[in-house]
């Protein structure tokens, strides 16, 4: 763990030590003392838009929310994470979901929205699945290379020898392949694209971007628009988050001598290993994931989605509403709602911890 990171969950173990109940917990506001969120049972609404790999985990965060919270809506609009940072730098919602972190531009936007820091919580951990349509293959093993050869078009063929040395005794049909691809502005191609670069520079030559870089092809929004395509086609092969990969296949990738399949578990694994981004705010807990991970039991394709807000909000209701319902999020709860429905891998308590520093100091503006 860096310095940093055991700092943030030194100082967030420190603010609770004399609670009544753990850091993990959801805790009701009129029990949390002064500060925000803490007039009692809480009313009015909360806007959010942004990723739609979160679309699963947010279905379960309202619903879970809404039990503990009856007089608080919570809308959630899955245009995508490049539509939720472009929104929330806009002002136009109150937090955004994004799988990948603000830019340098978009920081410097978003700072001047919110008239000071930001904060971005890792609150949502998913694999990225390489989901196909194969009806005669069961399953199907990927080396980052060949990954990286499919999707920049190289190899265009499932029975090219390339995969096949990659799945030896399996009968691999003659069929051209047909990637998808996400036609929107997306974190999960961004965080697709920068395992490809990360893990197969010699097959990939293109930057890590949230827009597709390969031209030609077939496109579609949204994980649910991918995974529509993939299903819709045959020799189809495309990415997006676990939790819609529904009855697709789901290729293993190589992971130093063995294939591993995406599994919250194995996605966590490189979460943990990943360190904080430099240069970032003192309640912003981006993340450099660990793409090029040999470690048994590690899935690199990982997505780390995160809630994107300000520390200082115009009324003292949007900031209570706010910290609240970032609180109900990241406790076990929050997590625990969001793994039933979406299969996420639940936050560590030093990111919990991380996050409680950051809920406790939103506020507002001065």
């Known amino acids: 763990m860096s310095a940093r990171r055991k700092v ?9 030590a004399g609670a009544a109940v753990a850091l993990s917990q959801y805790v009701p506001p009129n029990e949390r003392g002064q500060g925000a969120g803490a007039a009692g049972d809480l009313s009015g609404s909360l806007v959010g838009a942004g990723a739609s790999s979160q679309q699963a985990a947010m279905q379960g965060w309202t619903a879970g929310y809404s039990a503990v919270q009856p007089g608080v809506t919570v809308d959630y609009d899955p245009v995508g994470s490049g539509g939720g940072r472009e ?19 978009e ?14 919580l890792p609150n949502y951990i998913s694999p990225i699945a390489v989901v196909y349509n194969l009806p005669a293959v069961a399953e199907l093993a990927l080396s980052p290379e060949v990954l990286a050869g499919v999707f920049a078009r190289q190899i265009t063929r499932w029975d090219d020898p390339a995969i096949a040395a990659d ?48 031209e030609g092809g077939e496109s579609a ?16 092969i495309g990415y997006a988050d676990l939790s819609q990969a529904g009855d697709l296949g789901v290729a293993r990738i190589g ?18 290993g990943s360190e904080p981004l430099p240069g970032r705010g003192p309640y912003d807990f981006a993340l450099e994931l660990e793409r090029t991970t040999a ?18 909000y115009a009324d003292q209701l949007t900031a209570d509403l706010v ?44």
Not at 8 to 16: M, N, S, W
Not at 88 to 99: K, L, M, N, Q, T
Not at 259 to 272: L, N, Q, R, S
């Open 167 to 214: 799945n030896p005794g399996v009968a691999l049909p003659p069929l051209p392949i047909t990637p998808v691809n996400r036609s929107d502005e997306s974190g999960t191609t961004e965080n697709f694209t920068e395992y490809l670069a990360a893990a197969a520079p010699g097959a990939w030559a293109f930057e890590p971007d949230g827009e597709w870089p390969v």
């Open 107 to 120: 920081l410097v936007a978003a700072r001047e929205r919110c008239g000071g820091e930001v904060f971005e």
């Open 323 to 366: 910290a609240d319902f970032m609180t109900y999020v990241t406790s076990e709860e929050g997590q625990d709602a969001a793994a039933e429905v979406a299969g996420s891998a639940p936050i560590s308590d030093t990111l919990r911890a991380e996050a409680r520093t950051a809920i406790d100091a939103i506020t507002t503006a001065s």
């Open 295 to 312: 470690e048994s039991g590690s899935y690199p394709i990982v997505l780390v989605s995160y809630h994107l807000g300000c520390i200082a």
């Open 255 to 272: 992971v130093g001598g063995e294939f591993v399949a995406p599994t919250p578990e194995a996605a966590a694994a490189v979460v943990e």
């Open 87 to 105: 929104q929330f730098v806009a002002g136009g919602i109150d937090f955004a979901g994004s799988d990948a972190p603000l830019d340098e531009e």
């Open 8 to 16: 943030a969950a030194a100082v967030g173990v420190a603010a609770v």
């Open 221 to 236: 929004q949204g994980n649910s628009g991918v995974v529509a395509a993939v299903a819709g086609g045959q020799g189809t």
